[in-house]
């Protein structure tokens, strides 16, 4: 037998553009000549079982490859069900090109490197991108076959002949490119090979030629580099806690222990398999920043593939392995299928499964993890509107006494006032309400306002207000919050939050009439002009009110409207504003009337010192929502100061 022949292939050029196209991944050769191994292997047990073929007793699937650095060669050699002539013919010096030609046809317009995976599909021939020649020899499983000889020097023309191979099998042997000589060395072709052979489902031992003289009395068994039955191939029921963390440190080298994981099992509709961790965080010394590793039957294609994997699990580490991933097309075209959105949704709703299972049942535990998986998960609802439709009601918020509440609860705990305490702890009086319009306006009103509080020590103040008139506040301090809130807001219509100081709530201040009110409100008009001369402002925005805490003289609101456009602007710094230049805007003096400095300096509003007492109060009211700018520190503790002289002289 000898045969000679052009290649089936309409473009004269392909080796050229098979090599710049995948540049990139030069190495990807390795993977799909030993998983062509891995599925010669796979069929040829399939057709024992099949009857079809009888094993040799003791057989093991098996793929070796030998680098030999000095001849620049590397062999895959397999034990799987080779092929005959016909096959070689068929296989190789047709479909295998009639791949490749659809794949120019179909790319040939992209000239982005970045556009073009095509790592499918070419399958055998990307060894071309690497070597100038290569050789195939085979034997087949069938009855009298006879071993067969090609070879390829990378051109369009190849021979095949008769071969000597005297096992049944597949060897292929490249002969490497001048240019890339170090897919030869060993340790190259080790890393290569754990990147993307790591789980392939038979043994691949890495043998180096010339071998190594082995010393007397030692005698070396050789291992396999890879694991072929991964824990995500196993059932849940099979792997063990110590499994799971076992995988989880060799594979994403992480020696912090993940928090828990999700081991994905399902046939139908489609068929995936994976575990997703969720790692530990440390968010003040670490970016966010996770792998999920997609697989295609225990193949590696590549990490975090967007269209397969939702951006936000991202954060996660994991493993995915799907056999039915289209994965001869690039990922552009992977964005639009349909099939692989579903991959999507489904893995986002195992997920988001888990942690409100979590949440029900073993709420102590999530509890604990919350703190961890909290920025991940409202990464994810940010992202992902079903996401955060369906963890709407499992999200917890820490109030003030540290305990951890769902949003329902949270909309549960109304604000009591009625047997609010002052200071002393002493029931705090109602004063007689002439009418009450104001109340049943509130009422009438189906909001529900969640406070929160973003700094605990800045507003330490507002909070010790807030836990004497018993109400109650969520902590919310992450960056992510912000957007967060607006989000759950946006969404669910009536649900309002309010940072602490954003204004002073009824609860805080003591129930007074209409007339009352009228009176403090002239009285504040007065003291407004005392404050403009004072504190060299042109407008400020001031009231009276009756605070129940008697301790506090002055206090500062800042508008949640305001603050949230502050906050916005801070964290855009667009360019040219000044972040302070709405500085005044929704910002509101109280001064407490129930305080004796305040009576004081309503009665004395003329004297020498009611300017002094404007500034200092005004500090002090600032300096309990916010840091005093530098200079603004500088004067503040000056006037303290002389405020101290100035009794130290009496
Ligand atoms: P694919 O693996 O996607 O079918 P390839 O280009 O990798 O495409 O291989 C083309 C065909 O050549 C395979 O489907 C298989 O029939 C045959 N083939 C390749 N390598 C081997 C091998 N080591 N043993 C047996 N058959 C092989
Ligand atoms: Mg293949």
């Not at 990307?126 to 076959?145: P, Q």
């Not at 966010?288 to 294609?301: C, M, S």
């Not at 991959?343 to 299972?357: C, E, F, H, M, R």
């Not at 403009?532 to 609101?557: F, G, P, Q």
Request: charged share 30%; net charge negative.
């Amino acid at each position: 037998m000898s045969k000679q022949g052009s290649l089936s292939i309409n473009s004269e050029n392909i080796f050229p553009i098979i090599k710049k196209w995948l540049y990139s991944d030069h190495d990807i050769f390795y993977r799909e000549l030993i998983s062509n191994g891995c599925d010669a292997v796979t069929k040829l047990k399939k057709l024992s079982m099949m009857g079809e073929y009888d094993l040799p007793d003791g057989y093991k699937g098996k793929i070796t490859v030998t680098t030999n650095a000095n001849d620049k060669t590397i062999t895959f050699e397999d034990n799987g069900l080779g092929m005959t002539e016909d096959e070689v013919d068929e296989y190789i010096n047709q479909i295998a090109f009639s791949g490749a030609t659809d794949f120019i046809a179909k790319y040939k317009d992209k000239t982005n490197d970045d556009q073009i995976i095509g790592h499918f599909g070419l399958g055998f021939y990307s060894a071309f991108m690497v070597a100038k020649e290569v050789h195939i020899d085979t034997l087949s499983y069938k009855k009298g076959a006879k071993p067969v000889h090609w070879e390829c020097d990378g051109g369009t023309e190849f021979s095949m002949e008769d071969g000597d191979k005297e096992t049944v099998g597949t060897k292929i042997t490249l002969f490497l490119n001048d240019d890339c000589p170090e897919f030869a060395n060993e340790y190259k072709s080790r890393e290569v090979i754990e990147k993307y052979c790591s789980f392939m489902p038979t043994e691949i031992f890495l043998e180096k030629e010339p071998a190594e003289p082995v010393k007397k009395g030692e005698k070396k068994e050789p291992k396999p580099i890879n694991e072929t039955t991964p824990l995500w191939t196993k059932h849940p029921n099979e792997c063990t806690e110590d499994d799971y963390k076992k995988f989880y440190r060799d594979v994403f080298h992480d020696y912090k222990e993940p928090l828990f994981w999700i081991h994905l099992n399902m046939d139908y509709p489609f068929n995936l398999k994976g575990i997703l961790y969720f790692p530990k965080i440390n968010m003040e010394y670490e970016s966010i920043e996770g792998t999920i590793k997609l697989y295609n039957n225990q193949v590696f294609v590549a990490d975090n593939i967007k269209e397969v994997i939702p951006e936000f699990l991202m954060l996660l580490k994991g493993v995915i392995d799907c056999p039915d991933i289209p994965l001869n097309v690039s990922r552009s075209a992977l964005q639009n299928d349909g099939f692989v959105n579903k991959i999507s949704d489904y893995i986002t709703k195992k997920v988001a499964d888990k942690l409100s299972g979590m949440c029900k049942t073993e709420k102590e535990e999530y509890e604990k993890y919350w703190d961890d998986i909290a920025p991940f998960v409202k990464y994810g609802c940010l992202k992902d509107e079903k996401f955060l439709t369906k963890m709407t009601d499992y999200i917890l918020f820490k109030n003030l006494d540290g305990k951890y509440m769902t949003l329902p609860e949270c909309l549960e705990v109304k604000p009591i006032d009625t047997d609010a305490v002052d200071e002393n702890g002493n029931p705090v009086e109602a004063e007689v309400v002439e009418d009450n319009d104001s109340e049943n306006e509130a009422s009438e009103k189906k909001e529900k306002t969640i406070y929160y509080v973003t700094d605990e020590n800045q507003q330490s103040q507002y909070i010790n207000m807030f836990k004497k008139a018993k109400m109650d506040a969520v902590i919310l301090k992450h960056n992510i919050d912000q957007p967060f809130i607006t989000q759950l807001e946006a969404k669910n219509e009536g649900i309002k939050f309010k940072r602490i100081d954003a204004d002073i709530e009824d609860a805080l201040k003591t129930k007074t009439s209409k007339k009352v009110q009228e009176e403090l409100d002239e009285k504040a008009g007065s003291l407004k002009e005392l404050f403009k001369k004072a504190l060299k402002v042109k407008e400020i925005d001031l009231s009276l009110e009756k605070l129940k805490d008697k301790k506090t003289a002055s206090m500062i609101t800042l508008s949640e409207e305001s603050r949230r456009m502050q906050d916005m602007m801070k964290m855009y710094s667009m360019p040219g504003m000044d972040p302070n230049m709405f500085g005044g805007e929704g910002e509101k003096l109280i001064l407490n009337i129930n305080h004796p400095l305040v009576e004081y300096l309503l009665e004395n509003k003329e004297s020498e010192d009611a300017s002094l007492f404007a500034e200092q109060l005004y500090d002090l009211a600032k300096i309990q929502q916010a840091p005093l700018k530098p200079e603004e520190m500088t004067k503040f503790i000056q006037r303290s100061n002389d405020i101290l002289l100035r009794l130290s002289e009496k």
